[in-house]
């Protein structure tokens, strides 16, 4: 059964409504997370136990938005919409702001006629199944007949176990029984091609004295060529029991060798500089910005495609075309998309955000003097500046000085798959909250990995921070409930809870780190990820707020809530990871690691990224 069927413009004025009262807020959830988000390519959504199908008429700025019991496959629907439309776009005003009451009528006729035609088509194809369904009986019927009577061919068995079927032209197929392999033979000859898979023993063993012999003359030429380099002799450390224990720590010396003594490391944040958090970044005003070389995205689409004459061209661009179909949008979209996989935007991704500028574009009329191809890039410019552009402001410096005057630490957990770099980027944005007269403490909850509390616990000797530590093998849920305790009671500001790194499809460390965000409600969780990864990092966050989702007793599950991206200096400008990390989970990037010292700590810059996207 419908529910409710919606036209409002995109500014939001509903124009016309029709249908029962909703439970909770359908409509406005699709709003902010589909249509404000670039995710309206797909036209379908669900939320609770509603299903959402919407259609858009682009060239008058009308929304159309369909609602049913997610339960129910209503045929109808899809062409309902199309049909309600086609009616609506001929009585619109656009300069008409009020309801259209008269629409109710035209409405009623309309449902009952897509009804009637889906119970139409129902009624056909399940007489096509059971017609299909009949003639296969007959057939199998027929064929177990003829093969009593033994017409078509006999079987016949040769008494070694095995059986052949002797065909209508003579010819013959044997089967072995006794093994896997096949042997055919035709008229008498037989068919090598059919032993292609057999494994031949002697042929593998020929290859391999072949291949010894051609490996024992380089080893032997390379030996020969090659002049031994001198040894370089280290002096050797002495591991004695009576030793002092702070003769065995060289965690602080610079270099980590004897030879530097006891020369400890002063090379901490104040005399490293300032983060590069608080530094505007400048983008360069390369050539390759210009709009002249982003309007012919469509000629590299389809290298074989026939190209429109130059006069149809030129006319089409002057004089502006009258509805834009996605016939006309394909060309330049395949484009965009080749262009955005090579940049490492994963390619579901990639496909989604082209669907959805198609889905913004059709149907709408092309400006005079215009390219298809500038309006498209124009569109997909916009969509990625709209998502990747943070929903929600996220201020961390402004949120840590409202828990402190609520005398509440504020609480980050650093989370992430194995070896991305948490620790080290938790490093920095401790020396980034220290410029800003930031007290913090570290938290060593990875009791998992052998030497993560001793790392931690140099970053901490290096920034001259506190460090709450429990050692390894214990619950990390409780060491984190202590460290935010003691940090209360010494008035640290912030607390920064370094977490184990673990697979999403890891369960059992899944639930663990569930229950340590269940168990302290931290304010901000930042998913750590590498921007070297490319499909890997959908299927990474996806299941990571899946796993937090599915495996919480709350709820209202927390799940992540900003993204740090790391190694961001090594990956030239294949950036696509951080607008699939942010389409996936709707987080934003709030901090990109570029660099190995605690200074290395970046701001994402939307504008530099886009650019980079579609250069």
Same mark, same amino acid.
């Given at each position: 059964?419908?529910?409710?069927?919606?036209?409002?413009?995109?500014?939001?004025?509903?124009?016309?409504?029709?249908?029962?009262?909703?439970?909770?807020?359908?409509?406005?959830?699709?709003?902010?997370?589909?249509?404000?988000?670039e995710?309206s390519?797909?036209?379908?959504?669900?939320?609770?136990?509603?299903?959402?199908?919407?259609?858009?008429?682009?060239?008058?700025?009308?929304?159309?938005?369909a609602?049913?019991?997610?339960?129910?496959?209503?045929?109808?629907?899809?062409?309902?919409?199309?049909?309600?439309?086609?009616?609506?776009?001929?009585?619109?005003?656009?300069?008409?702001?009020?309801?259209?009451?008269?629409?109710?009528?035209?409405?009623?006729?309309?449902?009952?006629?897509?009804?009637?035609?889906?119970?139409?088509l129902?009624?056909?194809?399940?007489?096509?199944?059971?017609?299909?369904?009949?003639?296969?009986?007959?057939a199998?019927?027929k064929?177990?007949?003829?093969?009593?009577?033994g017409?078509?061919?006999?079987?016949?068995?040769?008494?070694?176990?095995?059986?052949g079927?002797?065909?209508e032209?003579?010819?013959?197929?044997?089967?072995?029984?006794?093994?896997?392999?096949?042997?055919?033979?035709?008229?008498?000859?037989?068919?090598?091609?059919?032993?292609?898979?057999?494994?031949?023993?002697?042929?593998?063993?020929?290859?391999?004295?072949?291949?010894?012999?051609?490996?024992?003359k380089?080893?032997?030429?390379?030996?020969?060529?090659?002049?031994?380099?001198?040894k370089?002799?280290?002096?050797n450390?002495?591991?004695?029991?009576?030793?002092?224990?702070?003769?065995?720590?060289?965690?602080?010396?610079?270099?980590?060798?004897?030879?530097?003594?006891?020369?400890?490391?002063?090379?901490?944040?104040?005399?490293?500089?300032?983060?590069?958090?608080?530094?505007?970044?400048?983008?360069?005003?390369?050539?390759?910005?210009?709009?002249?070389?982003?309007?012919?995205?469509g000629?590299?689409?389809?290298?074989d495609?026939?190209?429109?004459?130059?006069?149809?061209s030129?006319?089409?661009?002057?004089?502006?075309?009258?509805?834009?179909?996605?016939?006309?949008?394909?060309?330049?979209?395949?484009?965009?998309?080749?262009?955005?996989?090579?940049?490492?935007?994963?390619?579901?991704?990639?496909?989604?955000?082209?669907?959805?500028?198609?889905a913004?574009?059709?149907?709408?009329?092309l400006?005079s003097?215009?390219?298809?191809?500038?309006?498209?890039?124009?569109?997909?410019?916009?969509?990625?500046?709209?998502?990747?552009?943070?929903?929600?402001s996220?201020?961390?410096?402004?949120d840590?000085?409202?828990?402190?005057?609520?005398?509440?630490?504020?609480?980050?957990?650093?989370?992430?798959?194995?070896?991305v770099?948490?620790?080290?980027?938790?490093?920095?944005?401790?020396?980034?909250?220290?410029?800003?007269n930031?007290?913090?403490?570290?938290?060593?909850?990875?009791?998992f990995?052998?030497?993560?509390?001793?790392?931690?616990?140099?970053?901490?000797?290096?920034l001259?921070?506190?460090?709450?530590?429990?050692?390894?093998?214990?619950?990390?849920?409780?060491?984190?409930?202590?460290?935010?305790q003691?940090?209360?009671?010494?008035?640290?500001?912030?607390?920064?809870?370094?977490?184990?790194?673990?697979?999403?499809?890891?369960?059992?460390?899944?639930?663990?780190?569930?229950?340590?965000?269940?168990?302290?409600?931290p304010?901000?969780?930042?998913?750590?990820g590498?921007?070297l990864?490319?499909?890997?990092?959908?299927?990474?966050?996806?299941?990571?707020?899946?796993?937090?989702?599915?495996?919480?007793?709350? +709820?209202?599950?927390? +799940?992540?809530?900003?993204? +740090?991206?790391?190694?961001?200096?090594?990956?030239?400008?294949k950036?696509?990871?951080?607008?699939?990390?942010?389409?996936?989970?709707?987080?934003?990037?709030?901090?990109?690691?570029?660099?190995?010292?605690?200074?290395?700590?970046?701001?994402?810059?939307?504008?530099?990224?886009v650019?980079?996207?579609?250069?």
């Open positions: 059964m419908l529910e409710q069927l919606l036209i409002f413009t995109r500014g939001g004025l509903i124009l016309w409504s029709w249908g029962n009262a909703l439970k909770g807020s359908p409509i406005d959830t699709l709003i902010r997370s589909c249509l404000l988000e995710r390519g797909a036209a379908s959504y669900t939320h609770d136990s509603y299903s959402l199908k919407w259609t858009f008429h682009n060239d008058l700025g009308l929304v159309f938005v609602v049913y019991q997610r339960i129910l496959h209503l045929l109808y629907v899809d062409d309902l919409l199309a049909a309600v439309k086609r009616e609506f776009s001929l009585i619109h005003d656009p300069s008409k702001k009020t309801l259209y009451p008269d629409f109710d009528e035209t409405f009623r006729q309309l449902k009952i006629e897509a009804e009637a035609r889906a119970e139409d129902k009624k056909s194809s399940n007489a096509v199944t059971a017609i299909g369904g009949n003639r296969k009986q007959q199998a019927n064929a177990g007949h003829d093969g009593k009577k017409g078509g061919g006999e079987l016949k068995n040769d008494g070694e176990g095995k059986k079927r002797k065909l032209n003579g010819d013959s197929v044997v089967v072995a029984n006794d093994s896997n392999m096949r042997k055919s033979s035709v008229n008498g000859k037989e068919n090598e091609s059919s032993n292609v898979g057999a494994f031949d023993v002697n042929k593998l063993q020929k290859l391999r004295s072949k291949g010894g012999d051609v490996k024992k380089k080893i032997t030429d390379s030996v020969v060529s090659k002049v031994e380099p001198k370089v002799v280290k002096k450390r002495v591991w004695d029991e009576s030793t002092p224990e702070t003769k065995l720590d060289f965690t602080d010396q610079v270099g980590g060798g004897d030879d530097d003594g006891d020369r400890k490391v002063d090379y901490l944040a104040k005399e490293q500089g300032e983060s590069m958090m608080d530094k505007e970044e400048v983008l360069s005003s390369d050539s390759e910005e210009d709009d002249d070389d982003d309007v012919d995205v000629k590299k689409s389809k290298p495609a026939k190209k429109k004459g130059w006069f149809s030129m006319f089409q661009s002057i004089a502006g075309k009258a509805n834009l179909e996605k016939s006309d949008l394909e060309p330049a979209l395949k484009a965009l998309k080749d262009r955005l996989m090579t940049k490492n935007v994963a390619e579901e991704i990639a496909e989604k955000l082209c669907e959805s500028v198609a913004s574009l059709e149907g709408k009329k400006a003097f215009t390219r298809i191809s500038s309006t498209v890039h124009a569109a997909m410019e916009e969509a990625l500046v709209r998502i990747l552009t943070p929903r929600r996220i201020d961390i410096l402004r840590i000085h409202a828990a402190k005057e609520h005398r509440k630490p504020y609480v980050v957990v650093f989370v992430g798959v194995n070896g770099g948490k620790s080290t980027n938790l490093a920095k944005v401790a020396y980034w909250l220290q410029q800003h930031v007290s913090v403490m570290m938290a060593a909850c990875d009791t990995r052998s030497g993560a509390v001793e790392q931690l616990r140099t970053h901490a000797r290096r001259q921070i506190p460090i709450f530590e429990k050692g390894y093998e214990k619950d990390p849920a409780l060491v984190a409930k202590e460290a935010i003691e940090a209360s009671r010494n008035g640290s500001d912030v607390v920064l809870v370094d977490t184990a790194g673990r697979m999403q499809d890891n369960e059992p460390l899944m639930r663990a780190l569930s229950k340590l965000i269940y168990l302290n409600n304010d901000l969780v930042l998913f750590v590498e921007a990864v490319g499909n890997d990092a959908v299927d990474q966050l996806s299941k990571f707020n899946q796993k937090l989702a599915d495996l919480s007793t709350s +709820l209202t599950p927390r +799940l992540i809530d900003g993204i +740090l991206l790391t190694k961001f200096d090594t990956i030239d400008d950036v696509g990871a951080a607008l699939s990390m942010v389409y996936i989970s709707g987080a934003p990037v709030m901090f990109v690691g570029c660099g190995q010292s605690y200074t290395d700590l970046k701001k994402l810059n939307v504008k530099s990224i650019k980079t996207l579609l250069k």
